[in-house]
């Protein structure tokens, strides 16, 4: 599987893109779209600026890292809405933490309804618990029913407009 063009869009809504480093709410160095040091080269720090095609590049490398980890860890068949849900929650947690995390072991023993709740346990800092809640919303909502909403805590609305995918029976 593949992060879809909707999981994207809603993961840089929900990162924002800046172009100027600066600390996150944790106090991690942080540029472009969520980049980090622990994502390799560029090193975040003082005063580091960069273009938005150079920060949309790093994010395009740094996020197929995630998606990997996603795509390698959880059983298989999971609906597109999941698992870009569960590759927004790798992107902010980190690899690591997601392969040892609840979410996963819950998905492993097939508990898809308890690993939507786990997601939810991820609440520290406090700053974050909207961004959960979104994550949570769109692991557990077809985006035939509902393509995820833009919320007030994301860094910058969906900048991209996209489109409903079209159900089977249309096509």
Known sequence: MDLSAVGR???IAREGRRLEAYR???GVWTIGIGHTAAAGPPVPRAGLRIEAGEADAIFTRDVAAFVRTVAETVP???PQHAFD????????IGPAAFRRSTVL???RAGDRAGAGEAILMWNRPAAIIPRRQGEFDQFRT???TALPRARRSDAQPVAAPVERPSSPSSA
């Open 9 to 11: 869009a809603v993961l």
């Open 24 to 26: 996150d709410s944790v």
């Open 76 to 78: 298989k068949p999971l």
């Open 85 to 92: 849900a569960l590759v927004s929650l790798c992107f902010n």
């Open 105 to 107: 072991r819950r998905l």
């Open 142 to 144: 077809p985006y035939e």
